[in-house]
């Protein structure tokens, strides 16, 4: 059986005073509590397990979060996709070639008149409703890493618990 350590007013004193004493001298800025809080989220919550890790349902919904503000380009969530449907067993087929297009002489800048170079067209993005839709499937197919880093015994203290954070400046 563990021992859970006994706080007393006097380590909190100790606590506070040397927070204030770190606060003084220009070592405790909202910077670096900011750079410490990403530190400590990336040790809770940045490895992904998968449906066996109680943050799983808080790492889905970040997920959602982050694809609800845009926050990944449709092109790598294209390749998220293929992944997945790779890892599902479906055959995997090259894009469509994109047919070549004709084009009719209109005045003095089209291609017939040799006057100027036809401007290639741009490979058509994948739909972002559609790509968007394919999430789910895609976080329910992804693999399971074996090992859990940045998590250890610590005895059930959490530094953050509590802590609210504010806009960032």
């Known amino acids: 059986m563990t021992r859970t350590p006994t706080i007393t007013p006097e380590d909190i004193v100790k606590g ?11 070592r405790l800025t909202p910077a670096t509590l900011e750079a410490q809080l990403e530190k400590e989220l990336r040790a809770l919550v940045g490895n992904v397990v998968g449906e066996g890790d109680p943050l799983f349902a808080l790492q889905v919904d970040i997920a959602r979060g982050v694809l609800a503000v845009g926050g ?3 092109d790598e969530l294209a390749e998220w996709l293929a992944v997945a449907r790779h890892r599902a067993g479906e055959p995997i087929t090259p ?19 040799g006057d100027a170079e036809p401007e290639p067209e741009a ?4 739909e972002a409703a559609t790509v968007l839709a394919l999430v789910p499937e895609i976080v329910a197919k992804a693999p399971a890493p074996t090992s859990v880093a940045g998590q250890h015994g610590s005895g059930g203290y ?10 960032r400046r």
């Open 16 to 26: 506070a005073a040397s927070v204030a004493r770190d606060a003084a001298e220009g």
């Open 95 to 113: 894009p469509e070639a994109p047919t070549e297009p004709v084009s009719s002489p209109s005045g003095p800048l089209s291609p017939e008149n």
């Open 123 to 126: 490979p058509a993005e994948p």
């Open 72 to 74: 990944v380009p449709t």
């Open 158 to 167: 959490d530094p953050l618990a509590g802590w609210r954070p504010g806009p």
